[in-house]
């Protein structure tokens, strides 16, 4: 497999990927974002921790969806993170969810 075979792969997945991001979005209530992850969940929780002097974060999702292209089962009933890195969650509102009437976004 050549060079520019792998990289027409990796961009077809990534197309992929998109595409049921797209189609599942509407199925979930929050976005959520860590260091190494981006969830699609129905439930949040986000506990700020503390131990010997460091704070981290424990993250708890359920019902989710896990953005990831080398995953074959990207829907997930639990998930757990803990991170010392910046957590972002966003509740969706339903109005944002409607990503095909937009342009440039059509498959």
């Known amino acids: 497999m050549s060079a520019e075979?792998?990289?027409n792969y990796e961009t077809e997945m990534e197309l992929a990927l998109y595409r049921e991001y797209r189609d599942v979005v509407g199925l979930f209530s929050y976005v959520v974002?860590?260091?190494r992850r981006f969830y699609l969940a129905n439930n949040v929780d986000?506990?700020?921790r503390s131990a010997a002097g460091e704070v981290y974060f424990?993250?708890?999702l359920s019902d989710a969806w896990v953005?990831?292209?080398y995953r074959s089962a990207r829907f997930v009933?639990?998930?757990r993170v803990?991170?010392?890195k910046d957590v972002n969650v966003e509740e969706l509102a339903k109005a944002e969810l409607?990503?095909?009437g937009q342009a440039g976004f059509r498959s």
């Open 58 to 60: 424990e993250l708890t």
């Open 33 to 35: 974002e860590t260091e």
């Open 46 to 48: 986000l506990q700020v």
């Open 5 to 7: 075979d792998l990289e």
């Open 77 to 79: 009933k639990n998930v």
């Open 98 to 100: 409607d990503l095909g």
């Open 67 to 69: 953005w990831d292209v």
């Open 82 to 84: 803990v991170t010392f």
